[in-house]
């Protein structure tokens, strides 16, 4: 088993101290509401603009819109399996693998680090819109919501299959996937809010 972080305690129900100082401390934690509030109010205000201020068509915003949030979760999976899983072959390796995602791999149960702090959140949501202008223009305002709400949705289920029990239904998948993910296999099931690109790469748990 791939070594992910410092420790391989998998029932570890603690929460590990990521710095000395007590106020960076604390903004290292959030609750997972406050992300998926702001991702959904941006989107939300994004797709309002977009509507107001161009001409796209009806069937042409949708596209985009599914077209951001598909690409949303190939970017999950890419930065889950060769970001956050990357070989910590050098100390500053170590270093930042630990703390992207190390730490949650020790302390799964941790409920306050299933999301990045609330002021990186927002500069990845305004670093995106201005990649996404500087790629697609106006196209963007519609773009840009469907990636959104993908990235919150991802840390829905993300928080939700760490927090509840499995349902008796066909979600049921997503956490038995990143239960073997956690405590069995770290080298499969990358994909947390889809398995789609598990499928395509060939990532799936072995039955």
Do not use: C
Not at 26 to 40: D, E, G, N, Y
Not at 48 to 61: E, K, V
Not at 137 to 147: D, I, K, S, T, V
């Amino acid at each position: 088993m791939k070594k992910i972080g410092r420790l391989e305690r998998p029932d570890n129900n603690g929460s590990a101290r990521m710095f000395a100082n007590p106020v960076l401390e604390k903004i290292s934690r959030t609750h997972i509401s406050v992300p998926i509030a702001m991702f959904l109010g941006l989107g939300t205000y994004s797709l309002y603009w977009g509507i107001a201020t161009t001409t796209i068509s009806f069937l042409g915003a949708i596209a985009l819109l599914v077209g951001g949030f598909l690409t949303f979760t190939f970017v999950e999976y890419i930065m889950h399996r060769y970001l956050y899983h990357m070989e910590p072959d050098s100390k500053f390796k170590d270093k930042v693998q630990y703390s992207m995602h190390g730490v949650h791999h020790d302390y799964p149960k941790d409920k306050d680090r299933l999301a990045m702090p609330p002021f990186i959140s927002a500069m990845y949501a305004v670093i995106l819109y201005f990649v996404f202008d500087f790629i697609m223009g106006e196209y963007a305002f519609y773009f840009l919501p469907g990636f959104l709400v993908g990235y919150a949705g991802y840390l829905g289920v993300h928080y939700i299959v760490h927090a509840f029990q499995p349902p008796k239904n066909f979600l049921k998948v997503l956490w038995v996937n990143h239960a073997i993910h956690h405590y069995k296999d770290p080298d499969v099931a990358f994909g947390v809010s889809t398995p789609i690109w598990d499928y395509v790469f060939g990532t799936m748990p072995k039955k």
